[in-house]
């Protein structure tokens, strides 16, 4: 069991998130009723800034390059006569997602995923100032998680280097702190032929559809060669404008996943092979475009089983080895930076429908959906202050991380 929170301490935490728990669940059905996709959160963005602000965060908007990105921060050092680091303390950080699906809207949960964010940012404030304990902590709002990983752009633009840890949870149809994440990479392929009439002239013809259905077919029967922790996927974008005309422009969007990032290259030179042949066959130009990895993510131990001991405290039953929770989160790139968990947490009672259906999009607005949410956000705030005032935990958490990914010099221990 979780020893280092007072109970005094544990109360704290629990009044705050109580305390603001309706003005969350009603940030969360705004953002869940008015759903925005990848980079265009901007109705997200205003009402959590705005309302970060009203509770003594500073904030910073449109951080980092990306104009719905945030960045909001509290501090709290101690007035002793001590040396600077242990009046400054330790920065712990936590990440909202508020960007939703095409189509379906937030059947992905990111509403709650934007006030689970909120509430333990809050709820760490709210102890730190209480208690007189140093330390910072730190809210990114990161958008686009569902297409264009904009914490891998935030990161480049030198988000996470100066926080000690970072976490978040994920709505889900199951409660476990061992799902499996996928790295990935997207493809995106298009093919130049030779528009000619169908029937009046093929010959004269370059079939750019041709090139998109040769390399469909070699990578389906590729998916028969590759390791069973790898993944091959996608579509036919474009096959041409009429039946009658010789397509002169085709494209595929393609993405491959392994359960580790090393394995990405040597299975995307393969996929890349079965582009290239494709358009040698049919007298094609082509363009592939591969987007940046997105990582597997390195659950941090330490932080993950303190999170799980303070879940089952309060009478969560986890699931070990879910094989079938399985995608891929740009937050696998912050936990190559810094120590991270990303758990799941069941927001339904029995058969939870799973994400990315209708079903789950409706069920993120419930007041069920929410008072979970509510559970995994003080537990969160709880394992982020355990980091603030437990050394050994610190050390604990630090050695895993650098064990993991080896010492960064960049990053300073505040043992």
Known sequence: MAQSISPKFENIVEKAIDAISDELHEISLKIHDNPELSLDENFAHKILTDYLETKGFIVKRHAYGLKTAFRAEFENTTDQNIDDEVKKGRTISFNSEYDALPGIGHACGHNLIAISGVGAAYGVKCAIETLKIPGKVVLFGTPAEEKYSGKAVMISAGAYKDVDICMMVHPAWADTVEPVYLAIRRAEVEYF????????SPWEGINALDAAVQAYNALSMLRQQIQPFNRIHGIITNGGKAANIIPDYASLSFYIRSTKKENLAPLQEKVNSCFVAAAEATGCKYKINWTSEILDVLQNHHLRNRFEEYMSERGVKYIPNVVDLTGSTDM???????????????????????????????LAKSSTAHARTMQATKC??????????????????RKDFEDCVGKDDNVKSKI
Not at 193 to 200: F, L, M, T, V, Y
């Open 380 to 397: 969160l705030a709880l394992t982020a202050l355990d980091v603030l005032t437990d050394d050994q935990l610190f050390r604990e958490v």
């Open 193 to 200: 032929g030779k528009a000619s009439h169908a029937a009046a």
């Open 332 to 362: 696998g790139n912050v936990s190559y930076v810094v120590p991270a968990i990303h758990a799941l947490y069941n927001i339904g009672k029995e058969n939870t429908p799973k994400f990315h259906t209708i079903e789950f999009e409706k």
